[in-house]
């Protein structure tokens, strides 16, 4: 089994910060994808961004060129910096970590984005 535990989700202004983690423990499969994804009240679980055991990155239109997503392999913790944050990324975010096989989830993280 693999465990998920997302933090730094929270209250943010318009154009702020935040720094979400993701720290996993458990039987972590060696080779991995991790991945953030969100979800908006009434809207579908989308895509934030992923990264590969090697490092390569992906975004979503939506958020390129203000989050950024990293790991660090020897601490099993993923990070997503969401900087210039805007209302419409008010969701909550989930961790995961897809070994090509399966889906791992974590409870999520409640960001919101409101003045």
């Known amino acids: 089994q693999v465990q998920l535990v997302e933090s730094g989700g929270g209250l943010v202004q318009p154009g702020g910060s935040l720094r979400l983690s993701c720290a996993a423990s458990?039987?972590?499969?060696?080779?991995?994808?991790m991945g953030w994804y969100r979800q908006a009240p009434g809207k579908q679980r989308e895509l934030v961004a992923s990264?590969?055991?090697?490092?390569?990155?992906g975004y979503a239109d939506s958020v390129k060129g203000r989050f950024t997503i990293s790991r660090d392999n020897a601490k099993n913790t993923m990070y997503l910096q969401m900087n210039s944050l805007k209302p419409e990324d008010t969701a909550v975010y989930y961790c995961n970590i897809y070994d090509y096989v399966h889906n791992y989830w974590g409870q999520g993280t409640q960001v919101t984005v409101s003045s």
């Open positions: 458990g039987s972590i499969p060696s080779i991995n994808r």
């Open positions: 990264i590969a055991g090697g490092g390569p990155t």
